[in-house]
């Protein structure tokens, strides 16, 4: 079992975790259970995305890869404002509305 993928955002591995499903990978998610577990609220836990067979590795790193760079380039344009926002951002530059194709 290998780790592949981590992030504060939950949400970010969870969407990893179903793309690699969706093309027969066999995935784990640690920690993904850890702030219940504890009664400190805030703490800060790090979900961690795993391959369960290491001959799915390769292919899995390539996907995320593919993954991470069509969400990195395609920039949008606001709905409200119609400012063009870079992909990278998650929000309008010029007026803070959230970028309604990342919200999943
Ligand atoms: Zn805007």
């Known amino acids: ?9 939950s949400t970010e591995v969870q969407m990893r975790r179903a793309l690699l499903e969706g093309e027969g990978i066999e995935t ?21 995305l795993c391959v369960m067979n ?3 590795l390769d292919r899995a790193r390539e996907l995320l890869r593919s993954f991470r760079t069509s969400g990195d380039r395609s920039d949008w344009i ?3 404002c119609k400012e063009s926002v ?5 929000s309008c530059w010029n007026c803070q509305t ?3 194709e990342s919200v999943a």
Request: charged share 20%; proline share 9%; glycine share 2%.
């Open 1 to 9: 079992m290998t780790e592949i993928f981590s992030s504060l955002d």
């Open 98 to 100: 959230a970028n309604p």
């Open 28 to 48: 784990f998610i640690r920690n993904e259970n850890l702030s219940q577990l504890t009664n400190v609220l805030a703490a800060p836990f790090q979900a961690a």
């Open 86 to 90: 870079p992909g990278t951002f998650d």
């Open 54 to 56: 290491d001959e799915d």
């Open 78 to 80: 606001c709905p409200k």
